[in-house]
């Protein structure tokens, strides 16, 4: 099944922060990165201030993980680039997030995984690489649609 997945980084070296990631999830049995846009940055969002702005990338991948096993294994790579999620603030700085945004068709929202991503049709660090990878892409889903017309709604 294809997948979505988006990374982020907003301390220490960023840009390795994320080529560490991508190699971490590439090696995994059942997952193979396809394609990974270009990286963007991106100033924070959310309720912490003061903090570095981030280098996003979104990935294409193809896996035989469900869910919830995709989601397992986004939260080994992360603690293995550096992100401790028992300190983590949400919003807050970090080496690496790796977020589930889509895995086909799925729409679930059960045991802390919602699918798609319930923020992903709001964010331009998002939609505009996986656009760049994919310009026919659609976010599933009764609040999804075509990426490109997502993106056009809330890109500035």
């Not at 889509?102 to 059960?110: F, I, K, N, P, Q």
């Amino acid at each position: 099944m294809r997948g979505v997945l988006a990374l982020g980084a907003n301390t220490g070296d960023r840009a390795a922060n994320l080529h560490a990631a991508l190699a971490a999830l590439d090696a995994l049995d059942g997952l193979d990165v396809e394609a990974v846009s270009s990286f963007v940055e991106t100033a924070p969002v959310g309720a912490v201030p003061d903090q570095p702005d981030f280098l996003n990338a979104v990935a294409l991948v193809r896996t035989t993980l469900d869910p919830h096993a995709l989601l397992r294994a986004c939260h080994a790579v992360e603690a293995a680039v550096g992100l401790d999620r028992a300190s983590k603030v949400p919003d807050g700085p970090r080496p690496i997030d790796v977020d589930v945004v889509t895995l086909g068709d799925v729409v679930l929202d059960e045991d802390g995984l919602v699918l798609p991503h319930p923020r992903a049709r709001e964010r331009a660090f998002v939609l505009g690489p996986w656009l760049e990878l994919d310009p026919d892409a659609e976010l599933p889903g009764p609040r999804g649609g075509r990426v490109a017309d997502l993106l056009a709604r809330v890109a500035p």
